[in-house]
């Protein structure tokens, strides 16, 4: 069946301008997570979705970070006045239930100039 | 103390080897554990989860002990494709996922 999708899979942007990253989840999973990875580091959790609300958005870096979801459907993730730390790739995961196994999708490799 | 720890390495073993990596974790409430792997570049793939009665999978065998807080991960007769870097994930019942930092390993010919 179809994984996680994402869109873009990269991105470059000019410090300064707004970028929307896009998620599609895999079919019927009720938690969708966003998270960054940047250069040989680890995952940083940014926000999670449970449904359409967003019990926690304690791991988003700044009020430029915004992220909503359509129902149990696709996420998108806005970052605006893009700055070069943002540069990172973006991963999205969903799971069945929180606590379940998370399945990735491919990422948006974002690259602010 | 981080709440996941594992050898980063690299583990640089030759093909067919067997290989063992363990990840512990801090908090005693951890409810589930999983293992992904994570090629250069690429986001993680789930490996397996990892249940109290250890499970197997083909090459890959992984291992819960509770009483001392770790994880395992063997891998039999590695192949050159195994040479990924091997994350760790705890979970403690809810949407907070703990992710180690990942052990690389790299398989030779």
């Not at chain 1, 580091?41 to 449904?51: A, D, P, S, T, V």
């Not at chain 1, 019990?55 to 998108?76: C, I, M, N, W, Y």
């Not at chain 2, 640089?12 to 801090?26: D, H, I, K, Q, R």
């Not at chain 2, 490996?47 to 890959?60: K, P, T």
Request: overall charge neutral; glycine content about 8%.
């Amino acid at each position: 069946g179809a994984g996680v999708s994402q869109s873009p899979s990269n991105k470059v942007t000019e410090k300064g301008k707004d970028v929307e990253l896009r998620c599609d989840p895999i079919s019927g999973h009720t938690a969708l997570y966003w998270y960054r990875q940047r250069l040989g580091q680890g995952l940083e959790f940014l926000i999670y979705f449970q449904g359409n609300s967003a019990p926690d958005k304690s791991g988003l870096p700044s009020d430029r970070f915004s992220a909503e979801r359509t129902g149990e459907s696709v996420s998108t993730l806005t970052i605006q006045r893009t700055q070069q730390e943002d540069s990172a790739v973006y991963l999205c995961a969903s799971s069945l239930w929180a606590g379940n196994e998370q399945f990735f999708g491919p990422g948006t490799r974002l690259t602010v100039l | 103390r981080k709440e996941v720890e594992q050898d980063p390495g690299p583990f640089n073993v030759p093909e067919g080897a067997t290989v063992a990596f363990n990840c512990t974790y801090s908090n005693s409430a951890s409810q589930s554990f999983f293992w992904y792997r994570q090629d250069c570049r690429k986001e993680p793939k789930l490996l397996m989860s990892v249940y109290s009665s250890g499970n197997e999978d083909g090459r890959f065998t992984a291992q819960l002990n509770r009483a001392s807080q770790y994880i395992s991960l063997l891998i039999r007769d590695s192949k050159l494709s195994d040479s990924a870097t091997y994350l760790c994930v705890v979970n403690m019942g809810t949407y907070k996922y703990i992710f180690g930092t990942g052990t690389r390993l790299k398989v030779l010919a």
